[in-house]
């Protein structure tokens, strides 16, 4: 584990799910909020689905000793043999992809594909 995670202690893979993952939906949020709370239903029955079938998957791989998690870099917060940091993690997962697939599938997709290319040509002329 790197310096940082010694230093976050029990914290360690909430900090790092929390790091990686918010940049990312905020980002989407931002650009397909419409969208995205148009879907909200749909998209609230997707990750539901496959984050309590990957919890469950995982659960079973921790119950039979396949894989183990830190109990230094955990919380110690559990659903059933769970740790919550791991079904956080494929909560967030899941947000991010079912999200996206709306994102370029949705009624304003291509206007925010030529906003977001807009955007970035300007920041890389500069």
Not at 3 to 23: C, E, K, M, N, S
Request: net charge positive; hydrophobic share 55%; aromatic share 10%.
């Amino acid at each position: 584990m790197t310096q940082l995670g010694t230093r976050l202690g029990r914290w360690t893979y909430l900090a790092f799910i929390a790091v990686w993952a918010t940049p990312i939906i905020v980002f989407q949020w931002l650009f397909a909020a419409r969208d995205l709370w148009a879907k909200r239903r749909p998209l609230a029955l997707a990750v539901a689905v496959s984050t309590l079938y990957l919890s469950a998957a995982d659960a079973v791989a921790i119950t039979r000793g396949i894989w183990r998690i830190s109990p230094a870099r955990s919380l110690g917060l559990r659903l059933g043999p769970l740790p919550i940091e791991e079904a956080l993690f494929f909560l967030v997962t899941n947000l991010m992809v079912a999200q996206t697939i709306v994102m370029v599938d949705g009624p304003l997709a291509n206007q925010r594909v030529g906003r977001l290319i807009a955007t970035l040509r300007r920041y890389m002329n500069l």
